[in-house]
Antibody
Framework: QVQLQESGPGLVKPSETMSLTCTVS??????????WSWIRQTPRKGLEWIGY???????NYNPSLKSRVTISVDTSKNQFSLKLTSVTTADSAVYYC??????????????WGQGTLVTVSS | DIQMTQSPSTLSASVGDRVTITCRAG??????LAWYQQKPGKAPNLLIY???ILQSGVPSRFSGGGSGTDFTLTITNLQPDDFATYYC?????????FGQGTRVEI
């Protein structure tokens, strides 16, 4: 059974860079059948798709965040990571990593991490 | 971005009820739609994908329908474990977008 677990600082200062890591167990981030994704959730905006990494090098980001986001993978550690630069209080959210599967006529987020709360505050 | 609008925002129901949640897309997404259930403090959990296909392990009292811009999630014989918030999500056009959620409460 695939499991994902987010880790990283729970508090980040405004204008700094936020870094989160997702550790995958029971599966491999090198498995090119899946898109390894980040999604965040706030009370104000709800669930927001951030982006994914695919085939370890191909990425796709939400245009609203694209200038500040980098998603990368470390196959040796079976992890993928999210970096978000120049954070503001609007980036305070619960951040989820998720595995997205693709098939004929569908995509689906079939496994999620438990989520990690990141607060942006001085 | 494709806006996803769910109705109602909150739904009051009782155990054993049949409830229907509606999701409307700002433009046609064919059948590229998924439904998720989320309980407080937990991650969303996939219920249905491709508009109507039940994810493995999900009880058959959940069903999905629709195509184009209008979709439904129906729960028959509502169980205590079903009181939660439900989200639709389109996977037709990037960026993927979610509905604002429908809370099913007693």
């Amino acid at each position: 059974q695939v499991q994902l677990q987010e880790s990283g600082p729970g508090l980040v200062k405004p204008s700094e860079t936020m870094s989160l890591t997702c550790t995958v167990s029971g599966g491999s981030v090198s498995d090119n059948s899946y898109y390894w994704s980040w999604i965040r959730q706030t009370p104000r905006k709800g669930l927001e798709w951030i982006g994914y990494i695919y085939y370890s090098v191909s990425t796709n980001y939400n245009p609203s965040l694209k200038s500040r986001v980098t998603i990368s993978v470390d196959t040796s550690k079976n992890q993928f990571s999210l970096k978000l630069t120049s954070v503001t209080t609007a980036d305070s959210a619960v951040y989820y990593c998720a595995r997205e599967a693709e098939g004929s006529g569908y995509y689906k987020f079939d496994h999620w991490g438990q989520g990690t709360l990141v607060t942006v505050s001085s | 971005d494709i806006q996803m609008t769910q109705s109602p925002s909150t739904l009051s129901a009782s155990v054993g009820d049949r409830v229907t949640i509606t999701c409307r897309a700002g433009r046609a997404v064919s059948g590229w739609l998924a439904w998720y259930q989320q309980k407080p403090g937990k991650a969303p959990n996939l219920l249905i994908y491709k508009a109507s296909i039940l994810q493995s392990g999900v009880p058959s009292r959940f069903s999905g329908g629709g195509s184009g811009t209008d979709f439904t999630l129906t729960i028959t014989n509502l169980q205590p474990d079903d009181f939660a918030t439900y989200y639709c999500q389109q996977c037709h056009t990037y960026p993927w977008t979610f509905g604002q959620g429908t809370r099913v409460e007693i």
